[in-house]
Nanobody
Framework: QVQLVESGGGLVQAGGSLRLSCAASGSIFSINNMGWYRQGPENRRELVATISSGGTTNYADSVKDRFTISRDNAKNTVSLQMNSLKAEDTAVYYC???????????????WGQGTQVTVSS
């Protein structure tokens, strides 16, 4: 079984910073892409940022130059440093990873439970 557990959400004023972390655990053989998505009041889940196992990153236009995604392959973790936060960044943030399990597993997408980020204006 594989689990993704997020941490680091909370309430912050506009212009402030937060750092989200996500740890993958369980019967993991390998992790390909990892990423962060968010779901705001309009209830639509959108991509925030992704990072490949080799470190190639991709960002939504709305967060470029403000957010930075990073990962530690040895620890199976991915982080999202969020700076210059805006009210429109308010959402539930979900960690995502493309993982193959040990012992005959297949590549599958896994999601964390979500962590709330609220930015007050």
């Amino acid at each position: 079984q594989v689990q993704l557990v997020e941490s680091g959400g909370g309430l912050v004023q506009a212009g402030g910073s937060l750092r989200l972390s996500c740890a993958a655990s369980g019967s993991i053989f390998s992790i390909n892409n990892m990423g962060w998505y968010r779901q705001g009041p309009e209830n639509r889940r959108e991509l925030v940022a992704t990072i490949s196992s080799g470190g190639t990153t991709n960002y939504a236009d709305s967060v470029k130059d403000r957010f930075t995604i990073s990962r530690d392959n040895a620890k199976n973790t991915v982080s999202l440093q969020m700076n210059s936060l805006k009210a429109e960044d308010t959402a539930v943030y979900y960690c995502n990873a493309y993982i193959i399990q040990r012992y005959g597993g297949v590549w599958s997408t896994y999601w964390g439970q979500g962590t709330q980020v609220t930015v007050s204006s």
